[in-house]
């Protein structure tokens, strides 16, 4: 079945999936044989053809008037989206444990051991966010009933708690998930498909995580899921743009923060300094996890005159923004807020729908970086 990630994916003892990046399409004839294929190089003609895609669909811009309305109400238009679909838009995404072994049980003692083996990457298809936008999804799996159930109860007042927490000075032990030994932070959770596969996973005991949304819509679907448990877990609602409101943490107290295609739905005059807030939360040797949209993904290619907002930042039909970037857009993003890179790559996966004969090309951006330990004085 097109969309089904398994389908060709080599077998492994005791059933885990491998990485992606070692599918190589050496025989064109053979596309529709898989669903993706890793690492498609692009030739001079395809890369020109973006290039003046992307030129012709920047020409005529978002009038001013309109920008302002995109961005005072970028909230609204987050929510009417989650209000919409609610959990049964998106995938759980259980490829971040073999791309990003940080979360993983086995890391939370040693996570900062060994850094830099890891070069290949993945992200499965189907398992799409809405920034790809309503006429880019591939395929609108229904979240998994065990991981996404609702409860029945009223939600509890934690959003009151939420905002209370925002505004306080907080000390090293008088946070939630103070006692924990290992903490977790999602930027732009969205509904919890990343939550709580990590919560599943993952069973230390010593393990917190946090994560928030620009979307109360979305944050009550997290909290009201049956998988939500207060007691491993703090869901928030919380703009990363806000200079002026505090996360429900002190600065140093974090060992991961995963933005997994969130960066790109700011504006990118803000995506800086909403940077360098969040590196402040990590410990030394902490690490910032990211996927995001890389510069002639499909999803640019499909803009239509009109939806540009200023250089590679559009807006959709419905009223959501997406910014598709350069690896040193990023790099230099993330140093000057203070993390040493580990990994930066550019994945251009070739997509493919068996059942349609359509091929896709998608191009993302993975990359880790680490704020720097302390310089150690006995060496």
């Not at 599918?23 to 064109?28: E, S, T, V, Y």
């Not at 830099?116 to 966010?129: F, K, L, M, Y």
């Not at 049956?226 to 600065?251: G, Q, T």
């Not at 807006?315 to 000057?336: A, K």
Request: hydrophobic share 35%.
């Amino acid at each position: 079945m097109a969309g089904s990630y398994h389908e060709g994916t080599p077998a492994v003892p005791g059933g885990k999936r491998q990485q992606f990046g070692s599918r190589f399409l050496n025989d064109p004839a053979r596309v529709f044989h898989h669903n993706a294929w890793d690492n498609v190089e692009w030739s001079e003609e395809q890369a020109a053809a973006a290039e003046k895609k992307v030129r012709e669909n920047s020409t005529q811009r978002v009038c001013q008037e309109k920008q302002v309305d995109f961005e005072i109400n970028a909230h609204k238009y987050w929510n009417d989206f989650y209000k919409i679909h609610e959990n049964g838009f998106f995938k759980d995404r259980h490829w971040l444990f073999t791309e990003f072994p940080e979360l993983a049980p086995s890391q939370n003692q040693s996570h900062s051991a060994d850094l830099h083996t890891e070069n290949h990457w993945s992200e499965v298809p189907g398992c799409r966010r809405s920034e790809d936008g309503p006429d880019l999804i591939i395929d609108q799996h229904k979240c998994s009933s065990n991981s996404l159930g609702h409860k029945t109860q009223t939600l509890p007042i934690e959003e009151n708690v939420t905002q209370k927490l925002g505004h306080l000075e907080l000390c090293a032990d008088e946070f939630p998930g103070s006692s924990a030994t290992y903490r977790i932070l999602e930027v732009g959770c969205g509904v919890g498909n990343t939550v709580f596969p990590i919560l599943q996973t993952n069973n230390d005991p010593g393990l917190f995580v946090y994560c928030c949304d620009f979307s109360s819509a979305a944050i009550e679907l997290v909290q009201t899921n049956s998988a939500y448990d207060p007691s491993r877990c703090f869901a928030f609602v919380h703009d990363l743009c806000d200079e002026d409101k505090s996360y429900p943490l002190p600065s140093n107290s974090l060992d991961v923060i995963i933005l997994i295609f969130v960066l790109s739905a700011i504006v990118p005059d803000k995506m800086q300094k909403a940077l360098n807030r969040l590196s402040r939360l990590l410990k030394p040797g902490g690490m910032m996890l990211l996927r995001d949209y890389g510069r002639y993904d499909m999803a640019q290619l499909r803009f239509k005159k009109g939806q540009c907002l200023s250089e590679n930042f559009y807006v959709r039909g419905d009223g959501t923004r997406v910014y598709f970037f350069t690896q040193d857009e990023l790099d230099t993003l993330f140093t000057t807020a203070g993390l040493e890179k580990v990994q930066n790559l550019v994945d251009r996966r070739l997509q493919v729908n068996r059942g349609k004969q359509l091929t896709m090309y998608r191009v993302w951006i993975q990359c880790k970086y680490r704020k720097p330990l302390p310089a150690s004085t006995g060496s």
